[in-house]
């Protein structure tokens, strides 16, 4: 049986690992991105210190709404879904969410609901793609602000009626390395916070009433690897995921707007991507503890590997994303295709070895450092690239922390209006 153990670092490859270091590093600000993270911190101070300066910060910060209403329901939708079961994706109009969306149709087996931002870009996709209109629907769900999420779910349910929802993959998700400063949610919560997790934190909630109909109810949550610090590319790359004590999470639950990060340090968008994939694994393990038993429903994350030519990467430098893939391909042997990574996402709803709950899923291929897994005989295996075959993988002790992830649970909840 495979299980996950701490990466194995033959001499060959310290050369290369200094390499994906240097290179991964780069992500969080730029090269010399320590020195570059306390300049910014430094000029986030100082505009802190002032009063007036500090409104007039947090109003630049916040810009215009996200969400700017809601949009007609589509009602009875019972005929268009016929016997087959319902996804919902989070986020379908790019990268693993719109791969994901094309394994799914290929099953003949889903009726999917699209949820995202971009209506319009949403269905123009459907249209260039090719997509069978008669498998899916486009919904409205800016996850950046929690009215649109609870519009949304209500959206759901007046189109599927009775129907259960079979399958809830929340994917979508914000990476902002390069803002010097925060931007914020319609809620006042940290863009990367708000979005990757405390949107997808109520949906999940939300539905879980819908979910626990089905005869076969599974929720998976995208994890990452950069969010366990027990891999390489979780563990040695800056900035670490880090959430303290949770001190600026617990301010946003007791009202204050315009926190910037999770441990109430100053922005750094890097590091707050990874903070919030912490969280995302968190509610998993929190979802499963506390709801599996009594619903039914399996809960698990999952790490498809590193889609180096996502376009969750839009925000970086043209230079990087031109050499980032070639480096993860021929490198560290770390690359996973949209096309592959679509396919395990879908796995985790389709594939029968997948239907438990609180598991973190990762499949065992050519990555040589970015995490690692030992075989039957204790024969290091890459986790993460292309190829090989889906097993459950650990988590950071960041992420099994319970005391520290019921905190989570409590603040969270709190944040968005429900009880702990």
Same mark, same amino acid.
């Given at each position: 049986?495979?299980?996950?153990?701490?990466?194995?670092?033959?001499?060959?490859?310290?050369?290369?690992?200094?390499?994906?270091?240097?290179?991964?590093?780069?992500?969080?600000?730029?090269?010399?991105?320590?020195?570059?993270?306390?300049?910014?911190?430094?000029?986030?101070?100082?505009?802190?210190?002032?009063?007036?300066?500090?409104?007039?910060?947090?109003?630049?910060?916040?810009?215009?709404?996200?969400?700017?209403?809601?949009?007609?329901?589509?009602?009875?939708?019972?005929?268009?879904?016929?016997?087959?079961?319902?996804?919902?994706?989070?986020?379908?109009?790019?990268?693993?969410?719109?791969?994901?969306?094309?394994?799914?149709?290929?099953?003949?087996?889903?009726?999917?609901?699209?949820?995202?931002?971009?209506?319009?870009?949403?269905?123009?996709?459907?249209?260039?793609?090719?997509?069978?209109?008669?498998?899916?629907?486009?919904?409205?769900?800016?996850?950046?602000?929690?009215?649109?999420?609870?519009?949304?779910?209500?959206?759901?349910?007046?189109?599927?009626?009775?129907?259960?929802?079979?399958?809830?993959?929340?994917? =979508?998700?914000?990476?902002?390395?390069?803002?010097?400063?925060?931007?914020?949610?319609?809620?006042?919560?940290?863009?990367?916070?708000?979005?990757?997790?405390?949107?997808?934190?109520?949906?999940?909630?939300?539905?879980?009433?819908?979910?626990?109909?089905?005869?076969?109810?599974?929720?998976?949550?995208?994890?990452?690897?950069?969010?366990?610090?027990?891999?390489?590319?979780?563990?040695?790359?800056?900035?670490? =995921?880090?959430?303290?004590?949770?001190?600026?999470?617990?301010?946003?639950?007791?009202?204050?707007?315009?926190?910037?990060?999770?441990?109430?340090?100053?922005?750094?968008?890097?590091?707050?991507?990874?903070?919030?994939?912490?969280?995302?694994?968190?509610?998993?393990?929190?979802?499963?503890?506390?709801?599996?038993?009594?619903?039914?429903?399996?809960?698990?994350?999952?790490?498809?590997?590193?889609? =180096?030519?996502?376009?969750?990467?839009?925000?970086?430098?043209?230079?990087?994303?031109?050499?980032?893939?070639?480096?993860?391909?021929?490198?560290?042997?770390?690359?996973?295709?949209?096309?592959?990574?679509?396919?395990?996402?879908?796995?985790?709803?389709?594939?029968?070895?997948?239907?438990?709950?609180?598991?973190?899923?990762?499949?065992?291929?050519?990555?040589?450092?970015?995490?690692?897994?030992?075989?039957?005989?204790?024969?290091?295996?890459?986790?993460?690239?292309?190829?090989?075959?889906?097993?459950?993988?650990?988590?950071?002790?960041?992420?099994?922390?319970?005391?520290?992830?019921?905190?989570?649970?409590?603040?969270?909840?709190?944040?968005?209006?429900?009880? =702990?």
């Amino acid at each position: 049986r495979c299980r996950a153990s701490a990466p194995v670092t033959p001499p060959f490859v310290m050369l290369r690992n200094a390499a994906l270091v240097l290179l991964a590093a780069q992500s969080a600000t730029g090269w010399a991105s320590p020195m570059l993270a306390s300049r910014v911190a430094q000029q986030s101070a100082r505009v802190a210190s002032a009063p007036v300066l500090r409104a007039a910060f947090s109003m630049a910060a916040v810009g215009q709404k996200l969400y700017t209403g809601s949009e007609l329901p589509k009602v009875a939708g019972g005929l268009k879904i016929g016997n087959r079961k319902i996804a919902v994706i989070t986020g379908t109009s790019s990268g693993l969410g719109l791969y994901t969306l094309k394994a799914l149709l290929k099953e003949n087996k889903f009726y999917v609901v699209c949820a995202v931002r971009d209506v319009e870009k949403m269905k123009r996709i459907v249209v260039e793609e090719g997509f069978d209109s008669g498998s899916l629907i486009v919904m409205k769900l800016e996850l950046g602000s929690l009215q649109s999420v609870r519009d949304f779910v209500q959206n759901l349910r007046a189109f599927k009626l009775t129907r259960p929802l079979d399958s809830l993959i929340c994917n =979508a998700a914000v990476y902002l390395p390069k803002d010097p400063s925060a931007r914020f949610t319609d809620d006042g919560i940290e863009q990367s916070m708000g979005i990757n997790h405390v949107g997808h934190f109520l949906l999940a909630r939300l539905l879980i009433e819908d979910m626990k109909k089905s005869s076969d109810p599974r929720c998976v949550i995208v994890g990452s690897i950069t969010g366990n610090t027990n891999t390489i590319g979780g563990g040695l790359v800056y900035p670490r =995921a880090d959430l303290g004590e949770l001190q600026g999470l617990k301010r946003t639950a007791d009202g204050e707007q315009f926190v910037e990060m999770i441990d109430s340090s100053k922005f750094f968008g890097a590091k707050a991507y990874k903070d919030s994939k912490v969280c995302n694994m968190m509610t998993m393990y929190e979802l499963h503890s506390r709801y599996h038993e009594s619903t039914g429903i399996n809960f698990a994350s999952m790490y498809p590997g590193c889609i =180096a030519e996502s376009g969750l990467f839009r925000e970086k430098r043209d230079w990087f994303r031109k050499i980032f893939p070639l480096f993860m391909k021929y490198v560290t042997g770390g690359y996973v295709s949209e096309l592959e990574a679509g396919e395990r996402l879908a796995q985790c709803v389709t594939d029968p070895q997948c239907k438990k709950s609180g598991v973190y899923w990762s499949w065992n291929g050519n990555a040589q450092q970015l995490g690692v897994s030992l075989d039957s005989k204790g024969k290091p295996r890459g986790a993460g690239g292309s190829g090989g075959e889906i097993f459950e993988n650990a988590v950071s002790d960041e992420v099994k922390n319970r005391d520290k992830s019921r905190k989570m649970w409590d603040y969270t909840s709190k944040i968005v209006g429900l009880p =702990a």
